[in-house]
């Protein structure tokens, strides 16, 4: 089992549409989960991170965790079409003593215009 | 905000030869930086993690002697590709980690694109 999951997609949605993005991870001791949007050819940029069960909004995103379900989400309202990117989540076990992230295979997001 | 640098961007060498690929924080100090690949439709896979002043550590199936890494500062780690072939051609990405909190996250650099004939 991989440690983080995601489905690879394209997911695509219209523009002005509510893309949901999804991702589980397997060890439990992990203690803060990272979206990263990535752009091709590009290196990732954050878009948000979360600590603690419940959502967590920035603008048009919402970081969604459930740490019982093991799950974790992004939703991005009113998509536009720059939203267009393959999205990484990402998982930071602090407790393993080491802060480096373990990456999700990213879902490639198509907003159509 | 934090900005974290890498030099070149792109390179293309020969195979054989050797490349050394520098990351920078600009505007913080980083204790801890790592070095990730990425090949094509594929995620970043961690190679290395660098402390000021240690060894690296390296990621099961890195092979150190091939993947130099060096962190001599608290502003500079560099990573050396060793006799380069054309299967080592990826993007390599580093990352800076200040480490002040828990919960601070990593800062990335751009990027290097490294292509081997």
């Known amino acids: 089992q991989k440690e983080v999951e995601q489905n690879s997609g394209p997911l695509s949605v219209p523009e002005g549409a509510i893309a949901s993005l999804n991702c589980t991870y397997s060890d439990r001791g992990s203690q803060s989960f990272f979206w990263y949007r990535q752009y091709s050819g590009k290196s990732p940029e954050l878009i948000m991170f979360?600590?603690?069960?419940g959502d967590k909004e920035d603008g048009r995103f919402t970081a969604q965790l459930n740490k019982a379900s093991q799950y974790v989400s992004l939703l991005i309202r009113d998509s536009q079409p720059s939203d267009s990117a393959t999205y990484l989540c990402a998982v930071n076990l602090i407790g393993r003593g080491r802060r480096a992230l373990t990456f999700g295979s990213g879902t490639r997001l198509q907003v159509q215009p | 905000g934090a900005v974290v640098s890498q030099h070149p961007s792109w390179v293309i060498c020969k195979s054989g030869t050797s490349v050394k690929i520098e990351c920078r924080s600009l505007?913080?100090?980083?204790?801890?930086m790592f070095w990730y690949r990425q090949f094509p439709k594929q995620s970043l896979m961690l190679m290395a993690t660098?402390?000021?002043?240690?060894?690296?550590?390296?990621e099961q199936g890195v092979e150190k002697d091939k993947f130099l890494i060096n962190h001599a500062s608290l502003t500079l780690s560099t990573l050396t590709v060793t006799s380069a072939h054309p299967e080592d051609s990826s993007f390599y990405i580093c990352?800076?980690?200040?480490?002040?909190?828990?919960?601070?996250?990593?800062?990335f650099g751009p990027g290097t694109r490294l292509t081997v004939l």
């Open positions: 979360i600590y603690s069960n």
């Open positions: 505007d913080f100090q980083a204790t801890t």
């Open positions: 660098s402390n000021e002043g240690s060894k690296a550590t390296y």
């Open positions: 990352s800076a980690d200040p480490g002040r909190e828990v919960t601070d996250t990593q800062y």
